[in-house]
């Protein structure tokens, strides 16, 4: 049996850059793996392969009918739902199964994660983020700085600076749609009443190239982020994984599904399960890196424990989507050649609040027409016609709401291997109301009536399960990822943060799993 | 539950394409909604089944019936079938201009809406009457 310095569990962005950042110790990296199909293959722009090619059927509902997950099973982000995508989520209700009546649970077990399906939204926490973290922006810097230069961040020096952090090494930001271009601009007309009202808005910092670089083209406004995996504009952790695998910087084993572990004085057993013939293997190592995502690194330590009765913390951000129609746009020829990324980001950080929210807009070419029919009051050819004619008016904001730990949200490992989840669906309203009474300012009308709120687990963002304490307890790490109780158990994941503010977390799982990593590189440096 | 056979299948799948786009429905994607209605969507129950049969041998006007069904929240089965064919017509390019406006249609855009709200009336006291008079659902 090999004996490794370093075993990571996981090759999601935790665990790509702990490994990363274990550089020249001998790693480890356990994952089930997914990968992408090979065929068939979408090459080009979106709008142009539907008019030449006579039949997608194929590539956008698929054989399995994939594309029609939602009307015969509980709704998944249209993303995941498409063909050439669903390997992102491929057996997780098999291999990592989660009950709840109030939480949709969304796991991926492919390589790179859930970033596969990513808005690939990349923000610094501010030190008004980290509040009730016992780690200081100080600390995460450096890794976010390096992060920007390795995966490629565009986004602009704007009004949201001072939310999203350094603005240094920056590529240019993605060009805007025409919706959101007069958005900005009537937001720049009249930023004193929106910043009277603690609305700020600007351009959105994405891992997407907007300059190429060897190896990856830059962003080509396609309009292809729903349908084709892989696209090389976008950073997947797969390709830092792909590139360290080619280096011979780390020993990655896909098809394990790791199951526990134990720790003995000198070392960390791991069993996992093949899936190819489903028999159990164990790996050693010095230190073991838990890096499965917020819920099934919370299943592994609960199942090492053999503990099928404590309940865990959990988090995820409170969501809600605001359609917003620009009338003048209403019949406008659609822009073939847009883009289906964040086109804008907006902070609402109103004076007689201290929780900071932040949306994100969104233009409307992405999913197929069909995917919106039957949204509306209306008969079908009317609805068919308002999703004709209005898309190109049509923007919609993704609201995100900070979270905090609270009582009644938790989750516990049942004993035939189920996560039981809680969660308690927070009140929203009140912030959409304002930002739609604000943007009619923009030009950009809405109704607090046609908002949708969706049920929680549905902003993607999990978290706090094994949250970081400066004084640890039982089923929580200390602040350089330590589990308490172990000498050789780091959580590298989203588990670890204590509180989520309304923010993409991958940047962050990102830095901080290169913050431990390193920690954990000094230590096996002084063990030798 | 009432399991349906192909070719009944098929012909509700011409019928619903012909009373949304009034054009035959290519053979390929007759197939493609028999599969799908076969291996995807949950079968019919009993009261349904009937009056989807009812609605295609009278060939009576399903876009009405679907809308006061939809609106009332009752059985969605006929609103998942027009939906299931719309998503198999909407990625061949023979539909693209159905589905994606390229021109600069300001005007027409407004009418063609306005018209659609007017018929969305239209419809729904249709429908009402339909599913009234031939006991559907």
């Not at chain 1, 159990?280 to 819920?295: C, D, N, P, R, Y």
């Not at chain 1, 069909?370 to 190109?392: H, I």
């Not at chain 1, 049920?455 to 640890?472: C, F, S």
């Not at chain 2, 019919?44 to 679907?66: F, G, K, N, S």
């Amino acid at each position: 049996m090999s004996f490794f310095d370093a075993i990571v569990i996981g090759a999601g962005p935790a665990g790509v850059f702990s490994a990363y950042a274990l550089r020249g110790k001998r790693v480890l990296l356990l994952d089930v793996g997914h990968r992408p199909p090979a065929s068939p293959v979408l090459e080009g722009n979106l709008y142009e392969l539907r008019k030449s090619r006579e039949d997608l059927f194929e590539a956008m509902i698929g054989g399995k009918f994939e594309g029609l997950h939602n009307l015969v099973d509980r709704n998944i982000s249209l993303k995941l739902k498409s063909p050439l995508m669903a390997y992102v989520v491929r057996d997780s209700e098999r291999l990592a199964p989660v009950v709840s009546d109030t939480f949709d649970a969304v796991i991926s077990l492919a390589q790179g994660g859930l970033a596969n399906a990513w808005g690939a939204g990349v923000y610094r926490f501010t030190a008004r983020d980290l509040e009730g973290w016992p780690v200081s922006l100080a600390e995460l810097d450096p890794f976010y700085d390096e992060l920007t230069r390795h995966i490629g961040v565009s986004g602009a020096a704007d009004d949201l600076a001072p939310y999203f952090g350094s603005a240094t090494d920056l590529l240019p930001p993605l060009r805007l749609s025409v919706f959101a271009q007069q958005l900005l601009n009537r937001y720049n007309q009249r930023k004193r009443y929106f910043n009277r009202r603690g609305i700020l808005v600007g351009y959105p910092r994405l891992a997407v190239l907007t300059v190429g670089r060897p190896g990856r083209d830059a962003y080509a406004y396609d309009n292809l982020e729903f349908f084709r995996p892989g696209n090389p504009a976008i950073y997947n952790p797969a390709f830092t994984l792909a590139e360290m695998v080619d280096a011979g910087r780390v020993v990655y084993r896909p098809g394990c599904l790791a199951m526990r572990y134990r720790e003995a004085a000198t070392h960390v057993e791991v069993t996992a399960r093949s899936l190819t013939d489903d028999s159990l293997e164990t790996f050693q190592g010095k230190t073991l890196l838990l890096a499965a995502g917020a819920l099934n690194s919370a299943r592994i330590v609960l199942e090492s424990s053999g503990d099928y009765e404590s309940r865990l913390p959990i988090l995820d951000n409170p969501m809600s989507c605001i359609p917003l129609f620009r009338l003048s746009r209403v019949g406008a020829p659609l822009d073939v050649h847009d883009s289906s990324l964040a086109q804008l980001n907006v902070v609402y950080d109103a004076p007689e609040t201290s929780e900071l929210v932040q949306a994100t807009l969104y233009a409307s070419t992405g999913p197929l027409r069909s995917d919106v029919l039957f949204q509306l009051p209306m008969s079908v050819s009317a609805n068919l016609a308002f999703a004709k004619y209005v898309a190109p008016a049509m923007g919609v904001l993704m609201v995100f709401h900070p979270e905090r730990p609270r009582p009644g949200n938790c989750m516990r490992l049942r004993a035939d291997g189920a996560l039981e989840v809680h969660y308690d669906t927070p009140p929203r309203g009140r912030v959409e109301g304002r930002l739609i009474r604000a943007f009619r300012r923009a030009g950009a009308f809405s109704s607090r009536r046609i908002c949708q709120y969706p049920r929680m687990g549905n902003g993607l963002h999990y978290a706090g399960t094994i949250p970081m304490k400066q004084v640890p307890g039982r089923y929580e790490v200390d602040r350089n990822g330590l589990l308490w109780g172990a000498k050789r158990v780091y959580v590298v994941d989203g588990a670890c943060f204590p509180v989520l503010p309304a923010k993409n977390l991958t940047f962050t799982i990102m830095a901080n799993a290169m913050r431990v990593a390193t920690r954990v590189r000094s230590a096996l440096e002084c063990d030798c | 539950m009432v399991t349906q056979g192909a070719a009944e299948l098929a012909d509700e799948a011409r019928f619903l394409h012909h009373a949304f786009f009034q054009q035959d429905l290519p053979g390929e994607v007759v197939q493609q909604y028999v599969a799908a209605n076969q291996g995807c969507l949950p079968p019919p129950a009993p009261r349904a089944a009937t009056a989807l049969r009812r609605i295609v041998a009278a060939r009576l006007d399903a876009e009405a019936i679907e809308l006061v069904l939809r609106l009332h929240r009752r059985d969605p089965v006929l609103t998942k079938k027009i939906h299931v064919l719309f998503y198999l017509v909407e990625v061949r390019a023979q539909y693209y201009h159905c589905f994606v406006n390229e021109q600069a249609a300001s005007w027409q855009a407004v009418f063609r809406i306005a018209a659609g709200c007017w018929r969305t009336v239209y419809k729904y006291v249709k429908g009402a009457i339909l599913i009234r008079r031939y006991e559907l659902f």
